[in-house]
């Protein structure tokens, strides 16, 4: 299986700073044939079911808003928020979609500094 | 708008049986690939399993395998968990999620808790 793994574990950013969060997965997920990278991005604050933020390692789901972006390609994956707002407070997973099974990172615990 | 609502979840003791049902709606449910993720409290995401349009293929997590079934009905717009022999391991809140593309879930439900204990 396809381990992802992240870092941090968790984040404190003051408002307005950029939050940076890494995923680095076991094997590649780019799909040589497309060259898209099988990696996901979502966001889950307490009590909700996770969201999609960013599929394809960099494009954005519809009304997502553009502070968010995803970046890196092969094993090495980033999630930016450029200017943190407080209702980014959560938690973010990356997810690979390349293999089954399908597995996500441990999550990342996003706070206000 | 897209809606999955999940239902059937409950307390069970280890070794029993329960099925999961989400209801889809707002969307052509027979044309998705859909799943089941799990979350097991204040843990992370697990997949579980993904059933195709037409149900010629499913796949599931190792750790499910032989006591769990996925399920569909596309008249009912209606997806299904069988789980079985079920495990203090399995407790966890059970989301379906629609399956776009190749992997991602773009569409959830709220979830419904299934917990296992005597």
């Known amino acids: 299986d396809i381990v992802m793994t992240q870092s941090p574990d968790s984040l404190a950013v003051s408002l307005g700073e950029r939050a940076t969060i890494n995923c680095k997965s076991s094997?590649?997920?780019?799909?040589?044939?497309?060259?898209?990278?099988?990696l996901a991005w979502y966001q889950q604050k307490p009590g909700q079911p996770p969201k999609l933020l960013i599929y394809w390692a960099s494009t954005r789901e519809s009304g997502v808003p553009d502070r968010f972006s995803g970046s890196g390609s092969g094993t090495d994956f980033t999630l930016t928020i450029s200017s943190l707002q407080a209702e980014d407070v959560a938690l973010y997973y990356c997810q690979q979609c390349y293999y089954i099974p399908y597995t996500f990172g441990q999550g990342t615990k996003l706070e206000i500094k | 708008e897209v809606q999955l609502v999940e239902s059937g979840g409950g307390l069970v003791q280890p070794g029993g049986s329960l099925r999961l049902s989400c209801a889809a709606s707002?969307?052509?449910?027979?044309?998705?690939?859909m799943t089941w993720v799990r979350q097991a409290p204040g843990k992370g995401l697990e997949w579980v399993a993904n059933?195709?349009?037409?149900?010629?293929?499913?796949n599931y997590v190792d750790s499910v395998k032989g006591r769990f079934t996925i399920s569909r009905d596309n008249a009912k717009n209606s997806l299904y968990l069988q789980m079985s022999s079920l495990r203090a391991e399995d407790t966890a809140v059970y989301y379906c999620?629609?399956?776009?593309?190749?992997?991602?879930?773009?569409?959830w439900g709220q979830g419904t808790l299934v917990t296992v204990s005597s």
């Open positions: 059933i195709k349009q037409d149900e010629s293929d499913e």
């Open positions: 707002g969307f052509s449910f027979s044309s998705y690939w």
């Open positions: 094997q590649s997920v780019l799909y040589s044939s497309n060259n898209k990278n099988y």
């Open positions: 999620a629609r399956l776009q593309g190749w992997g991602r879930f773009d569409s």
